[in-house]
């Protein structure tokens, strides 16, 4: 029998189980972060606006006779809305990039405790297989159907004997 710190294959495989959901909660929580950030760029991006907008408005009814003054304060402010959507341009690609990145390892994280997760499953039904009496007794009621005891057809083992 082997040693009680080793782990058991069943044990194996309930711990790549959790790892593959750790990995797609930590993908999610990042998704819901990236897209929070966003919101609140856009959120805070939205406030500034309508704060200048009104500081424009408040800057030509000050003085709605100084034409030269209003040209330039309209001016000024469509600068800084160029410069704040540009902004948050900027943000949004960079964000799509990291979530392709972070999709990635989220990915590749999912896919080797998957892996592990069907060596794991195996290496326990090969453990309950052969501390099973009754597994022995399954396998023999199948070759009568052409199948033997690992699962590959009699005829397909034939036609590798004979070629």
Known sequence: M?????QTATDRYFDALLASYDALHDAVEQANERGLRLSRQ???DITDAQRRAIELARQVAANPSDSAAAYSAIMESAVAAQSQALDFTQSAYKEALAAGSEGREA???LLG???AAAEAALAASRDWQSATPWSD??????????LN???ASEEKEEAGTKA
Not at 2 to 6: L, R, T
Not at 137 to 146: I, L, R
């Open 149 to 151: 005891p690992n699962g």
């Open 113 to 115: 405790a998957s892996r």
């Open 42 to 44: 856009l959120a805070a």
């Open 107 to 109: 990915l590749d994280a």
């Open 137 to 146: 007794f399954v396998q023999k009621s199948m070759e009568p159907f052409g």
């Open 2 to 6: 082997s040693d009680q710190s080793e």
